[in-house]
Nanobody, 137 residues
Framework: QVKLVESGGATVQAGGSLRLSCEAS????????MAWFRQAPGKEREEREA??????????SYADSVKGRFTISEDNANNTLYLQMNSLKPEDTAMYYC????????????????????????????WGQGTQVTVSS
């Protein structure tokens, strides 16, 4: 059974840091496209924003709004995806989700360009329940 469980969300002050974790089970995360997304308060599910993605060769892609502050990484031994978030801003406040694309294609070496990702749920078919990040000013 495919399952994604996020953790690590909290309330922090602006300028603080958090590390989010996404524990995958039921599949080998390293083989499939994985990414982090977020849904800001008041936004609908269809308005989720792609935040970061990682390719099979370790190449990463980030939204312009988080570039230089967030780092996506993974631990293959623990089948876990991470999002290190530094220099947090109030506008980073959102529910953060990890997602997996378990379609026919294995994870490409280079992840998709975050800026051009789109379509229904960005083409990712498995999502976690989310973890809340709140940044106070």
């Amino acid at each position: 059974q495919v399952k994604l469980v996020e953790s690590g969300g909290a309330t922090v002050q602006a300028g603080g840091s958090l590390r989010l974790s996404c524990e995958a089970s039921g599949f080998f995360a390293r083989s499939y496209s994985m990414a982090w997304f977020r849904q800001a308060p008041g936004k609908e599910r269809e308005e989720r924003e792609a935040v970061a993605a990682i390719g099979s060769d370790g190449t990463t892609s980030y939204a312009d709004s988080v570039k230089g502050r967030f780092t996506i990484s993974e631990d293959n031994a623990n089948n876990t995806l991470y999002l290190q978030m530094n220099s947090l801003k109030p506008e980073d406040t959102a529910m953060y989700y990890c997602a997996a694309d378990l379609g026919d294609d294995l994870r490409p070496p280079v992840p998709p360009n975050i800026a051009t990702m789109g379509g229904p749920m960005f083409g990712f078919d498995y999502w976690g329940q989310g973890t809340q990040v709140t940044v106070s000013s």
